[in-house]
């Protein structure tokens, strides 16, 4: 007997709550489930309509979006001084950015143990915050979680020759 394929099921998140890497990754695996040839059902071409659309939507949104919606820069300046409405943005993007470079560069340095390195306490202290947290904070805390990482990737490993 044939193997059924398997049913497309839409994530139960939405795109808003992932981070940039996250985002990424889900819509190329939206990408590919779309471009895949095979038969679906009714619900599940609505179903892949409908995460297509909500990717698009949010892709619209990081990219610059809608300047007249809650949550921009330019509604913000209508009852916010320019200085701070844009500047709370900008900042708002840094930390964005800050977040995804620690994650782009955990996933390559550990792969697999990269999540749970990036939730683990920074300096392995119990008081700290995640690693993710301080490194999206700011630069210095960018650059120290990437310090951190570094020393992990420079470690000589027991199955290298220099593991003595």
Not at 12 to 22: G, V
Not at 91 to 96: F, P, Q, V
Not at 124 to 147: H, I, T, Y
């Amino acid at each position: 007997m044939p193997k059924e394929p398997e049913k497309y099921r839409p994530i139960e998140r939405t795109f808003r709550t992932l981070d940039l890497t996250a985002f990424a990754r889900r819509c190329d695996e939206l990408s590919f489930a779309i471009r895949e040839r095979r038969p679906r059902s009714t619900e599940e071409r609505v179903a892949l309509a409908q995460e297509a659309a909500e990717a698009l939507t949010e892709a619209y949104l990081r990219l610059g979006g809608d300047t007249h919606k809650q949550g921009s820069p330019e509604a913000a300046a209508r009852v916010l001084p320019v200085s701070q409405a844009f500047g709370e943005w900008h900042e708002s993007l840094r930390r964005g950015m800050r977040s995804h470079t620690i994650h782009r560069a955990a996933a390559w340095a550990l792969r697999e143990r990269a999540e749970a390195w990036l939730r683990g306490r920074a300096n392995d202290e119990p008081a700290a915050f995640a690693r993710a947290v301080v490194a999206a904070d700011s630069d210095e805390g960018l650059q120290a979680m990437l310090q951190e990482l570094q020393a992990l990737v420079s470690a000589p490993t027991p199955a290298s020759p220099d593991a003595g």
